[in-house]
């Protein structure tokens, strides 16, 4: 079963906005409040999965440089689900977009995180 499903992504333009969700379903990510919870996005053509939002058990949040000020990462753990607004979207953030999960604490590195979603992509068109 789907640990993690994300939806809400398609295609606008450059300077829109989208909000992507990602809620966790299944007796993996259990508690999901002691999970920290990010945003990956792989461009088109590359392998690599870059981190674009963390936030952890606290609250806390981390982006960065490219999306600061424009992406805006929350969850709900009432409803398991987990958000990220992109605002002043631009033509460089076209990408599939990714949720993860790790207990506790985040991490920069894809490979530290063992619960994935499918991805939801984004375009942006300039």
């Known amino acids: 079963a789907q640990v993690l499903m994300e939806s809400g992504g398609g295609s606008v333009q450059a300077g829109g906005s989208l909000r992507l969700a990602c809620t966790a379903s299944?007796?993996?990510?259990?508690?999901?409040?002691?999970?920290?919870m990010a945003w990956f996005r792989q461009a088109p053509g590359e392998e690599r999965r870059d981190r674009v939002a963390?936030?952890?058990?606290?609250?806390?949040?981390t982006y960065p440089s490219a999306v600061a000020g424009r992406f805006t990462i929350s969850r709900d753990n009432a409803k398991n689900t987990l958000y990220l607004q992109m605002n002043d979207l631009r033509p460089e953030d076209t990408a599939m977009y990714y949720c993860?999960?790790?207990?506790?604490?985040?991490?920069?590195?894809?490979?530290?995180?063992?619960?994935w979603g499918q991805g939801t992509r984004v375009t942006v068109n300039s």
């Open positions: 963390r936030i952890d058990p606290d609250g806390d949040t």
């Open positions: 299944g007796a993996t990510i259990i508690p999901y409040s002691s999970y920290s």
């Open positions: 993860a999960a790790r207990p506790y604490t985040g991490s920069l590195q894809a490979r530290d995180y063992a619960a």
